[in-house]
């Protein structure tokens, strides 16, 4: 079976400081993973997602980057941080498009909550 | 116009009821369809995928109606352990990676 692990679980940071927030998936190759970053009491909003080792979508311009070194290893990174980056930060896999079709179902690592003071 | 809505709740509903979240989206293009919940504080999980007219899990029942683009979630019997935040969500035709979810709708099941 398919297991996905995040760490940290709970992150405090400075403002200005940077951030390494790490997701790897077992189990499955090739999946499509993704970044999502949840405020209090919001929806999800999908940040990045990779369908391959070294590709990367951005789907939100902000001060967050991702990379994929490896095929199942995703990383969120910042080089300084702001307030506004406070959330919970999800890591989700999904079948990869030659094995996926339309019902793409998303699956869920336990997050990092983040705090920027 | 949101592309995906949801009540906004939060519904309180007695143990045993029966409760209906409801959930319509705008992109008449969309594919797939599906009901997350989200414990307090925890990821989302997968609930149920909404397969062609409608499924049916035990005490969920999904219903989708594409010419009005509206998805529908049924408990019976609600238990306690329902309670939860439900999640639609919607996956747009000609991706298989952009999910788009709605704000979710809380529910808590009262002894």
């Known amino acids: 079976s398919q297991t996905i692990h995040q760490w940290p679980a709970t992150l405090v940071q400075p403002v200005g400081s940077p951030l390494s927030l790490e997701c790897t998936v077992e189990?499955?190759?090739?999946?499509?993973l993704y970044w999502y970053r949840q405020a209090a009491g919001r929806g999800l909003q999908l940040l990045f997602y990779?369908?391959?080792?070294?590709?990367i979508s951005s789907e939100v311009p902000q001060n967050l980057s991702a990379s994929r070194p490896q095929d199942r290893q995703f990383i969120l990174s910042s080089k300084k941080l702001l307030l506004s980056d406070s959330g919970f930060y999800l890591c989700?896999?999904?079948?990869?498009?030659?094995?996926?079709?339309?019902?793409?179902?998303?699956?869920f690592g336990p997050g990092t909550r983040l705090t920027v003071l | 116009r949101k592309e995906v809505e949801q009540d906004p709740g939060p519904f309180n509903v007695p143990e045993g009821a029966t409760v209906a979240f409801n959930c319509t989206y705008s992109n008449s293009a969309s594919q797939s369809f599906f009901w997350y919940r989200q414990d307090c504080r925890k990821e989302p999980k997968l609930l149920m995928s909404v397969y062609s007219s409608g499924n049916e899990d035990g005490r969920f029942t999904a219903q989708l109606n594409r010419a009005s683009q509206y998805i529908s979630l049924l408990i019976r019997d609600s238990k306690l352990s329902d309670s939860a935040t439900y999640l639609c969500?919607?996956?747009?035709?000609?991706?298989?990676?952009?999910?788009?979810w709605g704000a979710g709708t809380k529910l808590i099941i009262k002894p």
């Open positions: 990779s369908v391959g080792i070294g590709q």
């Open positions: 989700a896999w999904s079948r990869g498009t030659r094995t996926g079709g339309y019902y793409n179902e998303q699956f």
């Open positions: 189990g499955t190759s090739n999946p499509n």
């Open positions: 969500v919607v996956n747009i035709k000609g991706s298989n990676y952009q999910l788009i």
